[in-house]
């Protein structure tokens, strides 16, 4: 108790980071919050009901939600553009609990460790251009569309570990272990391109270009 400082390490390897305009956000929750709290209550009972839910403590929001799922398909895709094979890709998720408390986060940091001792030849990091990086994202959302475990994956009320994903598995979002610090848990390609019931509640249900060019 009363600890204020964290043990570390440090990485020398590269990154992109992903931070979004956290008014966007709100204005789509506030737009489907229904549907989507409705989604994310499954994930949660699922969640709080596991063998799982004794050891660790998730707060799991229609925003960790989206951040996790998005992060998932941007290494999927990004490991076919930066040289970089997909377990060699890492994610890190900032995003705030939603209770009002503490700073409020809604980003993402991909990177990767395995370069030797000087570091990496930056193949990740010219993804993060800006004439590079809107491409690949959009990549990423068309390829989220689609699965080949559907209608089966998209239906789904949970699947993978414990029961805490929805609309995802191997064939579209699910990750190495290495790379996803939550263990491929708490994802839902919903909350990014919405689902065969509701295909409108998906933050980019109707295009990239929805939000980004606002």
């Known amino acids: ?22 008014e966007q956000i709100e204005r789509w929750i506030s737009q489907y919050g229904e549907k989507l709290s409705a989604r994310a209550d499954i994930i949660k009972n699922n969640y709080e009901n596991s063998f799982y839910a004794t050891s ?21 895709q990004l490991s076919f553009e930066c040289g970089y094979s997909i377990a060699s890709l890492r994610e890190r998720i900032y995003c ?8 409020v986060m809604t980003g993402l940091f ?13 193949g990740l990091v010219r993804q993060g251009y800006r004439e590079t990086l809107p491409d690949i994202i959009k ?20 699947q993978g570990l414990y029961s805490t994903n929805l609309a995802a ?19 839902d390609r919903g909350v990014l391109i919405g689902t065969m019931e509701e295909p409108d509640i998906g933050f980019f249900s109707k295009g990239f270009d929805t939000y980004s060019n606002k």
Do not use: M
């Open 1 to 22: 108790q009363g600890t204020n400082w964290y043990p570390g390490y440090q990485v020398l390897g590269e990154g992109i980071f992903v931070r979004f305009d956290e």
């Open 56 to 76: 660790s403590t998730e707060h799991i929001t229609i925003k960790f939600l989206f951040l996790h799922s998005f992060a998932h398909a941007l290494i999927r």
């Open 96 to 103: 705030d609990k939603g209770d009002g408390t503490g700073k």
């Open 110 to 122: 991909i990177y990767t460790a395995n370069g030797d001792s000087e570091g990496t030849l930056g």
């Open 139 to 158: 990549k990423a959302i068309e390829k989220a569309r689609y699965c080949t475990n559907d209608p089966v994956c998209s239906l789904s009320q949970g």
């Open 169 to 187: 598995c191997h064939s579209c979002l699910l990750l190495p272990e290495t790379s996803c610090e939550h263990f491929n848990a708490f994802l």
